[in-house]
Every structure is written in C-alpha cells, then in structure tokens.
C-alpha cells in the first residue's frame, strides 16, 4: 500500500565554528496529522542570541503542538516577545509545515530570508517583505499556503547562509543549488542539507561570519513499514 512519508533534516553551525548557535531549530508533529519544522534566529550571536531564539522556537512549537494554525502561531509568538523585552530585541522565525489534516503545505515567515520551494517540475522563491518579530506591537508574519503534493520540498536559511561569503566578494551558487534540488531524491534530503552548510562554511574560510542553519522538509509516497527513526549528532 502506497502512504506519504515526510524526510525532515537541518544542519547548523556557530559563528566562528565555536561556543552556541544564535539559532534554535525545532521540530514538533501536529495533532492532526503531519509535522512542522521551526527555525528562529535571534538577534546578535553567542547564548544571549540563543535565550532569545529558544524561547520563540520552544513557544511557537508548543502553540502548534495545541493545535494552533501557524499564522496564529508566529502572531502569538511576536506578542509575546514583543512584551517579553519591551520591544527591544528582535528575532527572525520561519516555520515550515505539512499539515496533513488539509493536505497542504504551510509556510509562514517573519524574516528576510528566502523558502525555497519544488513542487512538481518547478523551482520557486517565497521572499520579499517580511518583518523580524520583537519591535513593532502589529508585525504579522507573510502567510503562504501550497496544495500537497508527492515530491514537494521546502527548504529555508538562516542569514548567516545567506550571507556565507561576502566579506571576500562571494556567495553560495543558488542557481546550482537550485537545481540539485530539482532533481534530488527526498531520501537524501539530509545530505544535501548538510552540503550547502558545507559550501556556505567554506566560503566564510572555515569559520562561518555569523550562525549558519540550513533546514528542509520533502513530502514523498512511500511504501515501506511505518518505521520512524531520527538521527542525531550533536556536540557539548
């Protein structure tokens, strides 16, 4: 019998490949099915940037995990945050989902950093205006919503990817990109993942400029027993 699996995978590196990352990833499955992916970077770098970030990932995580749509979920997230610190410091966040229950692809950005999206044969951009949370009391996050398909990825940066290179006149080769992605199989989500970290890593001269995350989710059919497993590697 043929059923979905969703292939979920993020890597992620500090500024100056030492000390803790500014940047929180979560992952947290939906009540009615599917899953979502959250990545919030926080303003600066080091463990006050990673208090911040932790606290938007960890909150935005439990409001979905209670059932809450995820427009209402970044704009709970921003309230909260905004009164937290007063409006003093901010917080980039972008959750990725797929919402079984509606068989659709949810997307909801408050930052300046591209979604990258394949569906079908087709590679597009989701970017444009999109507020960090933390500064201003009516920030809404840009809210996009995608019908589900088998082969459908969804991929996002933090900016430190973004901006991998740029202090010596380079930058990751995002048409390249795009097309290892039009052509990947989403079982090897992870190591594609894991090689734009890599490229992004390099072009820094080996110690990234700022927080680096790369996360990504694929929708695929499958047919194998409903086995779940999750690796991890992570360094203390």
Known sequence: MIGTRIEVAWAKMPKGALGESGDSIELVERPLGGVSLVLADGQGSGPAARRISRMVAMKAIGLVADGSRDGAVARAVQDMLYTAREGRVTSTLTILSVDLSTRTAVIARNSSCPVVVRQEAAIFRLEGHAEAIGTYR?????????????????????????????????SLPWE?????????????????????????????????????????????EDDRPPLRWLRASIPT
């Open 138 to 170: 009516r920030t809404r996050p840009a809210m996009t919503e995608l019908p589900l398909t088998s082969g459908t990825v969804l991929a996002t940066f933090s900016d430190g990817i973004i901006h991998a290179g740029r202090r010596v006149g380079k």
């Open 176 to 220: 390249t990109l795009d097309e290892e992605l039009r052509g990947l199989d989403a079982v090897h989500l992870g190591v594609w993942v894991q090689s734009v970290l890599d490229r992004a890593v390099t072009l820094d001269g080996g110690r990234p400029q700022d927080d680096m995350s790369v996360m990504a989710l694929a929708v695929m």
